[in-house]
């Protein structure tokens, strides 16, 4: 559905260029001489970039409909990953080159929201933080307490993170999906 540009608004999903891109912030600019424009910041929701993008005031956008659905990752075979959809049931395979990095932080049985445009899967959304358990480190050295210091560590899901010295193998630990980093012991 094509929508003035002047209708926009932050979360709205268009299509520009044959992509689906979602409004992240927009700025009406009414310049003292000529005619007014739209200056739009958008996320490409496949693999998501930002880009900065201009429009006349009198363009119309096509409007559409992304299904934000929730998962639950059950298991890998091969380079395909195996989701459950948790309203109804269904099987859903995304390839492991649509999860690029996110993998590292897939546990078994984790929810995760995904965007579908047109019946495909655009991308997934992990939970900010979860709880691993810390499956390898070296040892930390007697009196190692909160010191600044740290130290590689492989957890439950496979990824090496930097832990601090006094995490030690079988620790439960906070990590930050989207960065990577370790943020507290859980227990």
């Given amino acids: ?17 044959g992509e689906v891109y979602m409004i992240i912030d927009f700025q009406h600019v009414k310049p003292g001489k000529g005619a007014a424009f739209v200056r739009v910041k958008i996320r490409n929701m496949r ?18 409909f992304v299904e934000e659905r929730r998962l639950q990752y059950q298991y890998a075979a091969g380079d395909l990953y195996h989701f459950m959809d948790q ?20 546990k078994d049985n984790s929810e995760v929201v995904a965007y579908f445009y047109k019946g495909q899967v655009l991308n997934i959304n992990l939970p900010n933080f979860i ?43 906070k990590v930050d999906t989207r960065s990577g980093e370790y943020i507290e012991r859980a227990r």
């Fill in 47 to 64: 693999t998501g970039n930002v880009l900065e993008k201009t429009f006349r005031g009198e363009e119309k956008i096509e409007d559409v």
């Fill in 87 to 106: 309203e109804n049931f269904e099987d859903i395979t995304i390839s492991k080159e649509l999860l690029q990095d996110k993998i590292k932080f897939l």
């Fill in 131 to 173: 709880n691993v358990a810390v499956t390898h480190t070296e040892p930390g050295i007697k009196g190692d307490t909160a010191k600044s210091g740290m130290k590689p560590a492989t957890i439950e899901t496979g990824a090496v993170i930097l832990v601090p010295l006094f995490i030690e193998v079988g620790d439960i630990i």
């Fill in 1 to 17: 559905m094509a929508v003035s540009i002047n209708q926009v608004k932050n979360g709205l999903t268009i299509l520009v260029d």
